[in-house]
């Protein structure tokens, strides 16, 4: 597609619940990031994945945090026993190469009640 | 540790009145700056990679120039479609997650006709 594709754009849940988080990358990109944004702070990198290598999952807060991507394309992060403090808007972005700018999507906004 | 001080937090100007926006930054090793435009309710958008001290770009009324330690966009005779949350970000040459930028919390710019 023409840009990067988040979905869904808005998520409610309760507390404890699992959600999956899907990001639809630019065609031809091999990086792709996923960040989260909470109210009044910065982005927070998550994780990295970059063509077959294995990714970097340094960011991810805790071990409730998985993602994977499938085909080199298409990725999901996923947040299994939700708690409110993952409330934020979940922010994917991709490159055609790692240090070159990039795009990102709109976002999925998580709110966990 | 890699971090991102970006200053003022908010800053109000007139249509018209020129001023500009600060990135401090702390890096090991330095492999390009960032800067993005946020609107409200979307992903960042793409504006500009500095790669060296000295370097300058340009787009339209802004104009970012990077230094050892800190990054300025400037923004000439600003319009009320400028209104928008800057965001800087570096990415560090050497690090455990190469790739990935770290983000500076922005700096939220209004704009009045």
């Known amino acids: 597609g023409a840009g990067v594709s988040q979905s869904p754009s808005n998520k409610v849940t309760e507390k404890g619940k699992d959600v999956e988080l899907r990001c639809d990358p630019i065609?031809?990109?091999?990086?792709l990031y996923w960040y989260r944004q909470s109210l009044g702070q910065g982005l927070e990198f998550l994780i990295y994945f970059q063509g077959n290598s294995a990714p970097d999952k340094s960011g991810l807060p805790s071990d409730r945090f998985s993602a994977e991507r499938t085909g080199g394309s298409v990725s999901t992060l996923t947040i299994q026993r939700t708690q409110q403090e993952d409330s934020a808007v979940y922010l994917c972005?991709?490159?055609?190469?790692?240090?070159?700018?990039?795009?990102f999507g709109s976002g999925t906004r998580l709110t966990v009640v | 540790e890699d971090q991102v001080t970006q200053s003022p937090e908010a800053l109000r100007l007139q249509e018209g009145e020129s001023s500009s926006l600060n990135c401090s930054y702390t890096?090991?090793?330095?492999?390009?700056l960032f800067w993005y435009r946020q609107d409200p309710g979307k992903g960042p958008e793409f504006l500009f990679t500095l790669y060296s001290a000295g370097e300058e770009k340009e787009k339209e009324r802004l104009k970012a120039t990077l230094t050892k330690k800190e990054s300025f966009l400037h923004i000439t005779a600003p319009k009320p479609e400028d209104s928008a949350t800057y965001l800087c970000?570096?990415?560090?040459?050497?690090?455990?997650?190469?790739?990935?930028?770290?983000f500076g919390k922005g700096t939220k710019l209004s704009v009045k006709p």
């Open positions: 970000a570096v990415q560090a040459v050497y690090g455990g997650s190469q790739g990935n930028l770290i």
């Open positions: 065609s031809g990109h091999t990086a």
């Open positions: 972005a991709s490159s055609p190469v790692p240090d070159y700018g990039y795009t």
């Open positions: 890096v090991s090793g330095l492999r390009g």
